[in-house]
């Protein structure tokens, strides 16, 4: 051509032939003591390769678990590869992603199996990761944990280390046939010293809105070795009228700055399935959440 030409795909080509979040599956197990406290966690996760494997492990695929900040006498990850026909790569926060999913979920588990509170168990089990404490209970005072709600309505609680910053949230959730509507979530955040906070505040909200997608839309379905959905009518995300009040607060530090970008997203899936389960009482344990999935017997 003797001149520059520029090839842009369409949404359609975009949607149906690229690489997608990576397929993961974990069987989880764990014990309460005599007084009901969480006090084992074991996790068996199968999910593909990020090539970033060093000594038989890739820490990719284990991240948001491997290196939980509860202090558990009894803990063991084990993964295994898992690789599929279906081209996977990175996804926003890549591990933590799924796995904070997992392990946030099923400490809320333990937890009703030990009659504890999930935000009393988590406070006790983060006495040595004062950083992430620190931010469970600025969320849990904003949020008002604790305090009595209006009529058909639930909060849930995660807590995340990603990037090298600390989130809590809580997720405010009402039910109706089926339908989830997510009217609040509170956020505290530690991500160091801050050095703009608007874009720091971009970030989260971003993260937020982003894992509200990824919890409640958003399915890839392939048929017959094909991807079908190719557009933004058939794949779902967060519209504005269904984004809920977020409320972010960031906590003054003089740590090193760390990141946000990646922060967020994992902790705001379980904080929204465990508010869902306080609202209903159903375990939910593939995502994305379907109205078939809570109005079953």
């Known amino acids: ?7 842009t795909w369409s949404r359609e080509d975009d949607m149906t032939q690229d690489y997608y979040r990576p397929a993961s599956y974990a069987e989880m197990s764990g014990a309460v003591d005599a007084s009901g406290w969480p006090v084992a966690m074991k996790a068996k996760i199968a999910c593909p390769s990020f ?3 060093r000594d038989g492990l890739d820490p990719i695929a284990v991240s948001g678990i491997s290196d939980l900040q509860y202090a558990l006498p009894d803990f063991l990850v084990e993964w295994s590869v898992a690789n599929t026909h279906v081209p996977v790569s990175f996804w926003r926060a890549p591990g933590a992603a799924q796995n904070t999913f997992f392990a ?8 009703a199996a030990g009659g504890k509170d999930p935000v009393e168990a988590r406070r006790r089990l983060l006495a040595k990761s004062p950083r992430l404490l620190n931010v469970l209970n600025i969320a849990a005072e904003k949020a008002g944990w604790g305090k009595p709600l209006a009529a058909g309505r639930a909060r849930g609680v995660a807590v995340g280390a990603n990037v090298g910053s600390f989130n ?3 997720a ?28 720091l505040r971009q970030q989260i909200e971003g993260g937020i809105i982003y894992g509200l997608s990824a919890t409640l839309k958003g399915q890839i379905t392939i048929e017959r070795g094909r ?54 009482g159903k375990r939910l344990r593939t995502l994305p959440v379907k109205a078939a999935d809570l109005t079953s017997a």
């Open 1 to 7: 051509m003797k001149l520059p030409v520029k090839l």
């Open 172 to 199: 405010e959730v009402s039910v109706t046939n089926g339908r989830v509507r997510v009217h609040r979530v509170v956020c505290a955040m530690d991500a160091g010293q801050i050095i703009n906070p608007h874009i």
């Open 104 to 111: 946030e979920s099923f400490f809320d588990e333990l937890c």
């Open 51 to 53: 090539f970033m494997v």
């Open 168 to 170: 809590a949230q809580i």
């Open 227 to 280: 991807v079908k959905e190719s557009n933004f009518n058939q794949h779902d995300m967060m519209r504005m009228d269904e984004v809920p009040q977020v409320d972010i607060i960031l906590v003054e530090s003089t740590e090193r700055p760390t990141g946000a970008g990646e922060a967020t997203n994992p902790t705001t899936v379980p904080a929204v399935i465990n508010a869902i389960y306080a609202a209903t």
